[in-house]
């Protein structure tokens, strides 16, 4: 699985659009991106994943660019309950199911 | 459906004793796994496994026994506890025990803190 890049913290104000950023430059054409947040020690959940076309659910949206070297994931009007570590993960289909965690985006939303 | 359910969720051992970890699952999942936690820190896979009675090796396997006699549970077990396995574990299921993009989400239990002093 390619390797991800993460800003290790991050800011936003409550009610505010969140961007998270992830940089997967050795992503390859049949590997898709995953997003995962892990709340206070709480056990991960899943967020989104896509593999080029942007994609949306109740959460959030993931914005993959072009060249699918990275991508964003945006909380649309984040609350004080999204404050949480944000993991961008890459994986690819067929392949063992076996999640691996870089180190994630701290993100702190503010009142 | 209780989902991914682990105990002990607080423990503290003594160097040199052995523990069991316990995960179960009512989901009927194919893939159960372990990841231990350390502060500020990514989750890393200790072992896994890909139905009842076969398991394999993660990234950091080492002072960790598992086994999978029922498709249900899938203890951990710590031999001769090191202060270096003070950490938070979880465990975790998913339906399949290849990605599949289609309805395979990871689900994760709640943690199990573990201290060894």
């Known amino acids: 699985d390619a390797k991800t890049t993460q800003p290790t913290s991050m800011d936003c104000a409550e009610g505010r659009a969140a961007n998270l950023p992830c940089n997967h430059s050795?992503?390859?054409?049949?590997?898709?991106v995953y997003w995962y947040r892990q709340i206070h020690s709480q056990g991960p959940q899943y967020i989104i994943h896509?593999?080029?076309n942007n994609e949306t659910n109740e959460m959030a949206s993931l914005i993959i660019t072009e060249d699918r070297k990275s991508s964003t994931l945006i909380l649309p009007h984040a609350t004080l309950r999204d404050t949480a570590v944000y993991y961008c993960?890459?994986?690819?289909?067929?392949?063992?199911?076996?999640?691996?965690f870089g180190q994630g985006t701290r993100l702190t939303i503010n009142p | 459906n209780a989902g991914v359910t682990q105990t002990p969720k607080f423990q503290v051992l003594k160097t040199g004793q052995s523990m069991t970890l316990q995960c179960a699952q009512d989901?009927?999942?194919?893939?159960m796994s372990w990841y231990r936690q350390d502060p500020g820190m990514g989750l890393r896979l200790i072992h896994y496994?890909?139905?009842?009675?076969?398991?394999d090796q993660g990234e950091v396997p080492n002072g960790y026994n598992v086994s999978r006699s029922t498709t249900e549970d899938f203890p951990l077990r710590l031999l001769s506890a090191a202060p270096s396995q003070t950490s938070v574990y979880f465990c975790?299921?998913?339906?399949?025990?290849?990605?599949?993009?289609?309805?395979?989400?990871?689900?994760f239990g709640e943690g199990s803190w573990l201290t060894v002093v």
């Open positions: 896509g593999l080029k």
């Open positions: 975790a299921s998913s339906y399949s025990s290849t990605f599949q993009v289609s309805g395979n989400t990871i689900y």
């Open positions: 050795t992503i390859s054409g049949n590997e898709y």
């Open positions: 993960i890459v994986r690819v289909e067929g392949g063992a199911q076996k999640l691996v």
């Open positions: 989901m009927n999942h194919e893939y």
């Open positions: 496994s890909v139905g009842a009675g076969i398991t």
